[in-house]
């Protein structure tokens, strides 16, 4: 799997754990039982498949897919992004969608 593929689907784990009911949050700093923001769902999903069975993929750095997060949406801290107060699932999962799309684009699929 080459580094472009593996980041598509680190953001598309991300994306799909984000969608589960009740699991997005604000404000944590560390899986607070099953709820996450965007940048633990990006961790979980590239650095903990094993524990969690998440990831389609084992070794994906999900440094890359944060890297690829802020070329496609001019994002830089998602972190704070994330944690802005009035901000929405919504927008989150927008986001992802943003870099998945540029992603898969540069993945060739």
Avoid at 10 to 15: E, F, I, P, Y
Avoid at 34 to 62: F, I, K, V, W
């Amino acid at each position: 799997m080459t580094d472009a593929a593996a980041v598509v689907d680190v953001l598309r784990a991300a994306r799909e754990r984000l969608s589960e009911p009740g699991v997005w949050a604000q404000g944590v700093t560390s899986l607070d039982g099953d709820r996450c923001c965007l940048t633990m769902a990006l961790s979980e999903a590239g650095c903990l498949r094993l524990h969690y069975q998440r990831a389609p993929n084992s070794g994906a750095n999900p440094c890359k897919a944060v890297e690829a997060m802020a070329a496609a949406t001019g994002i830089s801290g998602l972190t704070s992004w994330n944690d802005t107060p009035g901000r929405t699932l919504d927008e989150v999962l927008a986001v992802l969608d943003v870099a998945i799309e540029r992603a898969e684009r540069e993945a060739g699929r």
